[in-house]
């Protein structure tokens, strides 16, 4: 079993004068580094069902729609491991083992037996797992698997199942590499593997030679999921290579520094190299309420719990949570007491001064005082004990299993360094009071972050989870402790109100990321504070405060969560009881609106009858093709009622509402299909489904989605036939490619954007080139890169409009530009469309609609560019294209000539001028008989635009003439507009395109 990895894979440790002995190791052949970044050398974390083709997603879903089909229960993907496609997080309406779960051990055979069962939901056998640990919470089990091969465990895998005691399996998940089938045995000893990482990183500058070494340990052998020949991750990939390796742990702290780094333990090579290092950020403020216990406060009287002590002649002792003691003595003469701070879970370190230290003389029978002050320690020494035992302490309180800091862990403090703390991977370590900033070990809630890190580490084991979340619960479990969302009140000295970081915070995911842990961190950090404070507010301070720290632990403990989305959601698994979340949970109400606040989404809560729909923001209907609408439906209380699932609609700006029936497609999918319309024509829609019960949904719960339909429409979630590239490109650096833009700055200004421009849930745009650490300029557009769209045979349209939301942004010395053309022969010749240069402060997606019919010729096989032309420094050049939409039409849509004559003696309405047109357009009506007329203009949504014509109207024939502006004198953007005449004897609508 591996309760502790660390207590059960190879370890070697040693603490050395100086880094000269091994130093003194023959020449290495060290890898070669150009910047001070992470090296990584395995697959990523996890990929969304936008980012998978067509064909990769329908392999990763296969597994779990098996499985629901074959036990009637429905389950969904938070996301899907790259390297074997399975679903890292799995969750949906239970599924029922046949027996209760009694323990750990019953816990890990109920997982066992599940993953041997269903060996294709986790792409692994049974065999090749072996326990990490098995942790309860809330009524719940979750056991947690490491995959092995030839003994070996395989770094970054993990297999998790969580059920409830009444043996239902909640949920489920894996990361796993099926294709490292077998384990090279190490040639290299671990003091070998020493070697050649200190080497690394003494001729890559990140330690000096003349350091004092503080840490040395050696783990493994492991086995290291690397990318064989430096390919690209792709998913499922058989690219994926298992490496026998040791990891080498190295830490300075004079000046602080710490890395972990992986050595192949068969040719030597560096695979893999980490920064360990958990120092606190001093570069921010926050302003908040100061109720904090440090310097701040003063000083009061506490007592001194765990602490360890020895009276000689007598034995040793630990003092209780109270700080009281007893010994059993049977003499009655004066016995010497000892003792320095150190406990059970914390062992004070003074690096320059004198070590806390009491003597004293006890006398059998006599109470006796044994009172730390400024005569036998430090502040920051007492300081740093009370807060490490006082955070260790609150979390055993809500989970007394909790085991893994349960030894004396070294703290630290008087490091002779300002404005600062860290974690270096074993040991806490505190800056006195320098450079206008206070001693770091006189502040609780820093003490407390920095042990946080140590309760991260030891919790995810050897798979670390990223800076912002290490950062976020360390300040989660600092704010808690000190009853303040402030971090760090008092770092600056005469400041005792302001911190460093603020959890309660609006900061949003991910609008608000910034690509720096600390700062990042605030986001999943002001969730959880949110959700503390809406918990205490319904039960009461004491049952709302325990109930947010247990989900906090919870969350972590049964999902081991990689991403802050994924932390929200664990917390409602967490909360929930009963393996449902369509149901909602306990607690809905205080966590999902702490979420949703933070930029979060969050499952919605449904009463009986469930809808899951994502709105169209166009329909593509070429040749009146008709249009799907898909949706996924069931009910938490019966089944539904075949014959009363429907999709309602109407097209244009009134009439009334049809509907069309939705179809089961198997599972809880069904689909409508809206009949074909016009390009340009706006349609609204709703769903509703009703169960056998007579429980009805309708969605949206009031007003319609709405959508425009389109020729064509790509919000590029799927690669849909752009490519990158074309003759004459020369980028270096920055070249288009579809991603999940991670945001850039240079100094103060923006430079590529973190999100794109789809509502929720796309997250895919293209961009040039994706940031790939270190300086923004080193993944900008460095020459000229060319995306291309795919051939649209517009053969025989009339008309056409093209709209797409583009970001552009050049600084620094801008002489960036991006040129945007159409070809109407398929890339034979091109028109230009737009020209984009110069700083855009602040930047921002910008919407673009352009009327792309040619003045002369017609159009024909249509494609689209969009030229990035970037400069190399000083000028820094970024460019993104979403959401790109082409309307154009042949049928129904409008003609270059006047329509026919006006019927004599009916009620009729006609265009008498082009269309479209750019500017003026020329009604003509007839009335029948003398009569009340409104004649008005609307635009495709349904709002009113002009109104040309109100009053009583002769009969006959009579002209309109409309200068294509609104009621206040505006000229209306283009687009399609509709002209409604109304009178008694009914009323007729034409349909206005302007082309500006």
Known sequence: MLERLHSAQLRLASTVSGLAALLAAPALAVQPMTAQTDLVATPGIALSSADLTPVDLATAESALERFAKETNTRWRALDWAPSSLTPRVAYGTGYDLGRAVHGAIAAEAAARDFVRTEPDLFRTAENRLTRFRAQAARGKWSVHFFEQVDGMIILGSKVTVMMTEAGRIAAFGATTFPMIERAAAPVLTPDAAAERALAHLVAGGFLDAGAVLERRAIEGPYLLPVLAGGSPTAPGSAGVEGHTIFRVALATHQPAAAFEVDVDAVDGMVL?????????????????????????????????????????????????VDGSFTLPYGGSDPRPITAELRGPVVDINNVAGPQAAFSGTITPGVPFLLHWDDTNSAADERDTYYHVEGTHRLLKSIDPTWTDLDFPLTANVNLQQGCNAFWDGSSINMFHEQGGCANTGRIGDVVAHEYGHGITDYLYGPSDPPSDLHEGNSDIIGTFRANNPVVGPGFYLGDCVNGIRNLDNDLRYPDDLGGEGHHDGQIVGGFMWDTRERLINQLGYEAGFTLALELWHASRVLGLPYTQPEQVLWTLLADDDDANLDSGTPHYDAICPSAEHHGFSCPERFEAVVIHHTPLEYGVSPNATPIPVDAEMYSLDAPLLGDSLFVYWRSGVMGSFARVPLSPLGGESYRGFIPGQPVGQGVDYYIVAQDQLGSTLRRP????????????????????????????????????????????????????????????????????????????????????????????????????????????????????????????????????????????????????????????????????????????????????????????????????????????????????????????????????????????????????????????????????????????????????????????????????????
């Open 272 to 320: 893999q190299r980490r920064d360990i290092l958990r120092p606190l950020d001093v570069t921010g403020s926050s302003t908040g309420i100061y109720e904090d216990p440090g310097y701040c406060d003063g000083a009061a009287t506490a007592a001194t719990a765990r602490l360890f002590l020895n009276v000689d002649g007598v034995g040793a002792a630990t003092t209780g």
């Open 701 to 996: 719960a009031s007003g319609n989605y709405t959508f425009t339909v389109a020729f064509a429409f790509d919000a590029f979630e799927t690669a849909g036939g752009w490519t990158s590239g074309a003759g004459g490109d020369n980028a270096t650096t920055g070249l288009w490619e579809r991603v999940d833009p991670i945001g850039t700055k240079l100094g103060p200004n923006h430079l590529q954007p973190e999100n794109d421009a789809t509502p929720d849930p796309g997250v895919e745009a293209w961009i040039t080139g994706q940031y790939t650490g270190g300086g923004a300029w080193l993944s900008d557009a460095d020459g000229t890169t060319t995306l291309l769209s795919p051939i649209y045979d517009l053969t025989g349209m009339t008309w056409a409009v093209v709209r797409y939301d583009r970001w552009f942004q050049t600084l620094s010395d801008p002489q960036g530009a991006l040129e945007i053309g159409i070809s109407y022969n398929g890339g034979i010749s091109w028109n230009p469309i737009e020209q984009v240069s110069g700083m855009q402060s602040p930047p921002s997606w910008v919407s673009i609609s352009r009327t792309v019919t040619p003045i002369f010729g017609n159009l024909g096989l249509t494609r689209f560019r969009f030229v990035m032309k970037g400069k190399p420094l000083p000028s820094v050049d970024e460019a993104g294209i979403d959401d790109f939409a082409l309307l154009a039409d042949d049928q129904g849509s409008p003609s270059d000539a006047p329509e026919g004559a006006l019927p004599v003696g009916e009620l009729a309405l006609r265009l008498a001028s082009p269309n479209p047109t750019s500017s003026f357009a020329t009604l003509e009506f007839s009335l029948p008989r003398i009569s009340a007329a409104t004649l008005t203009l609307y635009s495709v949504s349904g709002q009113r635009v002009r109104t040309l014509l109100r009053g009583e109207a002769p009969a006959g024939a009579r002209r309109v003439e409309w200068d294509g502006r609104d009621e206040s004198g505006i000229k209306v953007a283009s687009g399609v507009y509709f002209a409604r005449l109304h009178t008694a004897d009914g009323e007729v609508t034409r349909r206005i395109l302007i082309a500006r």
